[in-house]
């Protein structure tokens, strides 16, 4: 609801009480846009400003107007808005509004295409026609807002766009409140601490969370949920499902060397994201990972950052270079990593002096299949040069550093051998490194909902 204060409260005090603006000559907005990535809570920030509110809510998903009989869609749309009409005040939801809100002009001719840009044109009509829908606010939804049609987004149409991010730290404790109330949990679990160690989930992963603890701790026989329960729970959902494979020794000593490789990088390197767990215990497609996940929330990455995240993934092919002369295919991942990581710094964020700064790659989702405006064809060989530059620079970075502190690699990997997995604690205390955790911070630390560091194999 604190999106709707900050930006809709407007819309819904307008529906309470009309006459207050009215006599000062103001006009609610006609629509409001909920952007933002999937499971964020767009609708049901949309159902909570509609009970809020107090007035009638018509909701509907955009697809649903869609037919392949041509005017179908636009009949609907006729239909929805008399209804909203006739219990105004009220709010009209579209939900996923991208399925008939694309830009128009396109060059396909299929009468699906026709249906569509008709029911579009219907819904421009009803929100700015010559007739007013006083009383009627209509909101919709959307994970794509850079594909929707100039005149939805224009004034007097969506007049107020509003972004709804990924939960910070405390919104995450909130959410997990509401989904734990019917939950019965066990002493030793720390809402503030699962609500820190689960950055960049949403609400819908957090709920999520919630439920596979909830199952485990039912399989097990227990009365309560417990902390063990909230951890693995995690490990399911960021890493899959345990694998029943028996590997070789040799291969299960060289995955033990190259999670090693991984997690001494994060340990050592000033300013990594700290070291959450290691595991060399098949699960999903991976024959092992090192997880690592940030103190605090995080909304802006330094050059130097980004550089030591490149130097962390590279250090599972590090270590197998160095300790087997050799590497194998374990690294495909971190390798996929490392050079999205490395093209964004050159092609999106300047973070190379011979690019500059200059913006070089679309944004996500604004690719043209045809754009003549992008940049040149010497351009692209320069920045594919300097994103070959940094990934080998960061790598002899990743083999020097494992190479001064070969013992602690071994003994590291020793340790991983012997238990399978290490917590932050195991793993600081196997290497010799001095633990980087905060002063009262105990109590569970879980994995992190972001993507492995590196998920070998």
Same mark, same amino acid.
């Given at each position: 609801?604190?999106?709707?204060?900050?930006?809709? $409260?407007?819309?819904?005090?307008?529906?309470?009480?009309?006459?207050?603006?009215?006599?000062?000559?103001?006009?609610? !907005?006609?629509?409001?846009?909920?952007?933002? $990535?999937?499971?964020?809570? *767009?609708?049901?920030?949309? *159902? +909570?400003?509609?009970?809020? #509110?107090?007035?009638?809510?018509?909701?509907?998903?955009?697809?649903?107007?869609?037919?392949m009989i041509v005017g179908v869609g636009a009949s609907r749309v006729r239909d929805l808005f008399d209804q909203a009409k006739k219990a105004a005040p009220s709010i009209v939801f579209i939900d996923e509004l991208d399925a008939i809100g694309r830009t128009r002009g396109g060059t396909a001719t299929f009468s699906g295409h026709d249906e569509r840009e008709q029911t579009l044109n219907q819904i421009l009509t009803e929100m700015d026609g010559f007739t007013g829908n006083e009383g009627v606010v209509v909101l919709a939804a959307t994970n794509r807002p850079e594909i929707l049609d100039p005149a939805l987004l224009r004034a007097g149409r969506f007049d107020r766009h509003i972004v709804v991010n990924a939960p910070d730290q405390p919104g995450r404790r909130q959410i997990l409140a509401v989904h734990t109330r019917g939950v019965?949990?066990?002493?030793?679990?720390?809402?503030?601490?699962?609500? +820190?160690?689960? !950055?960049?989930?949403?609400? +819908?992963?957090?709920?999520?969370?919630?439920?596979?603890?909830?199952?485990? +701790? $039912?399989?097990?026989?227990?009365?309560?949920?417990?902390?063990?329960?909230?951890?693995?729970?995690?490990?399911?959902?960021?890493?899959?499902?345990?694998r029943r494979l028996l590997l070789d020794p040799d291969e299960k000593e060289r995955t033990a060397y190259h999670e090693a490789g991984h997690a001494l990088l994060g340990l050592l390197t000033p300013?990594?994201?700290?070291?959450? *767990?290691?595991?060399?215990?098949?699960?999903?497609?991976?024959?092992?990972?090192?997880?690592?996940?940030?103190?605090?929330?995080?909304?802006?990455?330094?050059?130097?950052?980004?550089?030591?995240?490149?130097?962390?993934?590279?250090?599972?092919r590090a270590a197998e270079e160095l300790v087997y002369g050799d590497v194998t295919t374990g690294a495909e991942s971190d390798l996929e990593l490392v050079t999205a990581l490395a093209r964004h710094m050159v092609g999106r964020w300047g973070m190379s002096e011979a690019i500059g700064p200059v913006s070089v790659i679309p944004a996500e989702g604004r690719e043209q299949p045809f754009d003549v405006t992008?940049?040149?064809?010497?351009?692209?060989?320069?920045?594919?040069?300097?994103?070959?530059?940094?990934?080998? #620079?960061?790598?002899?970075?990743?083999?020097?550093?494992?190479?001064?502190?070969?013992?602690?690699?071994?003994?590291?990997?020793t340790a991983l051998l012997a238990a399978e997995t290490l917590d932050e604690d195991q793993a600081a205390d196997a290497a010799g490194v001095p633990r980087r955790r905060a002063e009262g911070a105990g109590g569970l630390q879980p994995a992190p909902a972001a993507e492995p560091v590196s998920p070998s194999g």
């Open positions: 609801i604190d999106v709707g204060r900050a930006e809709g $409260a407007v819309s819904v005090d307008f529906l309470r009480d009309p006459e207050r603006y009215r006599r000062l000559g103001a006009q609610i !907005p006609r629509g409001v846009l909920l952007t933002g $990535a999937p499971g964020t809570g *767009k609708t049901l920030l949309a *159902k +909570a400003v509609a009970g809020e #509110a107090q007035v009638p809510f018509f909701s509907i998903s955009a697809s649903e107007f869609i037919e019965p949990l066990a002493d030793d679990v720390s809402l503030e601490a699962l609500a +820190a160690g689960t !950055p960049g989930m949403v609400g +819908a992963d957090l709920k999520n969370l919630v439920n596979e603890a909830a199952l485990l +701790a $039912a399989r097990r026989n227990h009365t309560r949920v417990g902390a063990d329960d909230f951890s693995d729970a995690l490990e399911r959902i960021v890493l899959g499902t345990a300013g990594a994201d700290p070291v959450r *767990k290691v595991s060399i215990i098949p699960r999903g497609e991976s024959l092992g990972a090192t997880l690592q996940t940030p103190e605090s929330d995080r909304h802006g990455y330094t050059a130097s950052y980004l550089r030591g995240r490149i130097t962390g993934a590279l250090g599972g992008g940049p040149s064809t010497r351009t692209r060989e320069l920045g594919d040069t300097e994103v070959r530059r940094i990934i080998e #620079a960061c790598y002899e970075e990743a083999l020097g550093t494992l190479r001064e502190h070969r013992d602690q690699l071994d003994r590291l990997a």
